[in-house]
């Protein structure tokens, strides 16, 4: 004999593993969507790393400047412009990235965002964080492009207050160098005045004044700089911490940072996480769920049913 309220429970309990099946299934799509993420980022660092170096100049054209792709600019520093992206972490340590512009062209006012690595942050009421020495003259820089400089997710961008705003213009009142989360690069052209590529580069080897270690290269009367292209040679790490030349990566490959001029700069860069074979195995976990919550949905049904056939063979009560 059945309980009472037996019904209402079934219901219930065939509503509740319903919405399981549905919140399980399509948690397993979502890491799917995730894994094709991932496993898109990793062709495009493959794809990026695999291209000759390219010279970047004012010249460039759109479609060689491929995100992950090794490129070599020279030109001017202008560390007036200079600009500290705070909460930058590396390995553990809170710090700021050292962004500043490199001048390509001083008739066009043509430059290239370079990151020139990372420095720990000060504590509170030690002041500012003391900047390295900016190289004078023209220098070869040469590093990883991308198309953009990695953002920080802000709290208070949800309210609409943006409580690290880059200034209207730089330089900055009173010489101090600006401390934001983010930098959009059309924000930062308009505050500079310059021609900005649609590229950032972050920096991975010691800058070089041009014209030494066998390259030639010739200033113009405004600052131009041109430079026959050189063979630049990059080394990629592996996580076993094998190296292989000339750009070739493996899954997780990237290339060898260094100190540069001795100026206590960390270019370790931060890599975008590219195991998407983890993204599949919870799918397949979510999915497995799923399918366990679909055949329960079954058993409480065929029990119902069988009850219900039950109570329909005993007939009428006396």
Not at 263 to 285: C, E, H, M
């Amino acid at each position: 004999m059945a309980r009472p309220h037996s019904t209402r429970y079934t219901v219930a309990a065939l509503l509740l593993l319903g919405i399981a099946v549905v919140i399980l299934v399509s948690l397993g799509q979502w890491q799917l969507r995730r894994s094709d993420e991932r496993r898109a980022i990793l062709d495009a660092i493959e794809a990026g790393r695999k291209q000759a170096p390219v010279m970047l100049t004012p010249a460039t054209p759109s479609d060689d400047l491929t995100p992950w792709r090794v490129a070599q600019a020279t030109g001017v520093w202008q560390p007036q412009f200079s600009v500290l992206l705070d909460n930058r972490n590396h390995e553990g340590r809170p710090g700021y990235w050292l962004a500043t512009p490199l001048l390509l062209d001083a008739s066009s006012r043509q430059a290239v965002l370079v990151l020139r690595g990372w420095l720990p942050r000060v504590m509170p009421g030690q002041g500012d964080p003391a900047l390295p020495a900016t190289p004078q003259g023209p220098q070869i820089i040469t590093g990883e492009m991308a198309d953009r400089v990695p953002r920080m997710f802000e709290l208070w961008s949800l309210g609409g207050q943006d409580q690290s705003a880059l200034p209207a213009t730089l330089p900055a009142t009173g010489g101090k160098v600006p401390q934001v989360q983010n930098l959009p690069l059309d924000a930062y052209a308009r505050a500079t005045g310059l021609n900005l590529l649609p590229v950032v580069l972050a920096q991975s080897s010691q800058s070089g004044q041009s014209g030494q270690s066998g390259q030639t290269s010739q200033s113009g009367q405004n600052g131009q700089t041109s430079q026959s292209s050189p063979d630049v040679q990059t080394r990629q790490t592996s996580p076993g911490g094998q190296t292989s030349p000339g750009g070739q990566t493996g899954q997780n490959a990237q290339p060898s940072q260094a100190d540069g001029d001795g100026d206590g700069l960390v270019r370790d860069w931060p890599q975008p996480s590219v195991d998407f074979q983890k993204n599949t195995s919870y799918a397949i976990q979510w999915f497995a769920f799923g399918l366990i919550a679909a055949i329960a949905w079954l058993v409480v049904l065929g029990g119902a049913i069988k009850r219900m056939r039950q109570r329909a063979g005993q007939g009428p009560r006396a």
